[in-house]
């Protein structure tokens, strides 16, 4: 298995949306057992993916020389792991604090979040400014993103990138404005619970997913978990960012492969693998 892959390769890291069904068959028994089953639906989710993640890295990682890692959005919290910046069951607890963050800052609002693809992404940010209270949260690829917003404006848009003929529009089930400046402020609350944990330099560079900045210190790191909660992510630019260092081929270590796709998408001449499927 480890001939194909051997040097400038890249591990990415998926988040929600990368689910499927009898993944939790891929979690280590010693992971599966510190997830608190008692927990939230939402939160179980999150930390059933980041658990597949790890396990499979645990499992991948001697076979694979990595140059680089990177993760969406709940996948960045997989690559500290991988990393070795933190241990498994603090990405537990920053999911946790994610999460919390998340509510306090949003209470009862709804909203709606919907990815479309085959539209280039400069003519959906600058329909989103129009409506003045939509915004990009996800940039995967030049002609796939994901938007939120209050749903009566995510109804209207909708319509209208089908009449301009989008290939797929489709709303997602994710509940909260992840990476929008609806949750502008909520460095504040991450802050403090990032303050409580401890975070080693990394041992592989991390792509930060919502810059495309290489993270080799615990001090960017932890700026990012504080920060990236209201960031969009730029996953075109991550993935760009790492074919430019050199990664030419992409092992995807999570459920699923959504990654993989978005990876060819971006650059048809990348090596992909994912571990998951």
Request: aromatic share 8%.
């Amino acid at each position: 298995m480890g001939g194909t892959f051997k040097e400038m390769t890249g591990a990415i890291f998926p988040g929600i949306g990368s689910e499927r069904d009898g993944m939790k068959a891929l979690i280590k028994e010693d992971l599966l057992k510190q997830i608190d089953i008692s927990c939230g639906e939402d939160i179980l989710l999150q930390q059933n993916i980041y658990a597949v993640s790890a396990s499979l890295w645990d499992s991948s990682k001697l076979v694979y020389p990595i140059s680089l890692v990177a993760g969406h959005s709940l996948g960045f919290y997989s690559s500290l792991y991988a990393s070795n910046s933190i241990d498994f069951r603090t990405g537990l607890y920053l999911i946790n604090a994610a999460h919390d963050a998340i509510l306090k800052m949003t209470g009862s609002k709804t909203f709606g979040i919907t990815a479309i693809i085959g539209i280039k992404w400069d003519i959906i940010e600058n329909l989103c400014r129009k409506f003045n209270n939509v915004y990009i949260a996800n940039i995967n690829s030049a002609t796939q993103v994901v938007i939120s917003g209050p749903a009566d404006s995510i109804d209207k848009i909708e319509k209208k990138v089908i009449k301009e003929g989008a290939l797929k529009v489709q709303r997602l089930s994710i509940k909260y404005p992840v990476h929008t400046p609806f949750l502008k402020g909520i460095e504040e609350i991450m802050n403090k619970a990032v303050e409580k944990i401890e975070i080693k330099a990394p041992e592989i560079p991390i792509v930060d997913h919502t810059t495309s900045e290489i993270l080799i210190s615990p001090e960017q790191i932890k700026e990012t978990l504080s920060c990236q909660l209201a960031r969009k992510v730029v996953w075109l630019d991550v993935i760009k960012k790492m074919w430019q260092k050199g990664i030419r081929k992409f092992i995807e270590v999570g459920p699923g492969d959504i990654l993989s796709k978005i990876t060819k998408w971006i650059e048809r001449d990348a090596e992909v693998k994912s571990l998951g499927i």
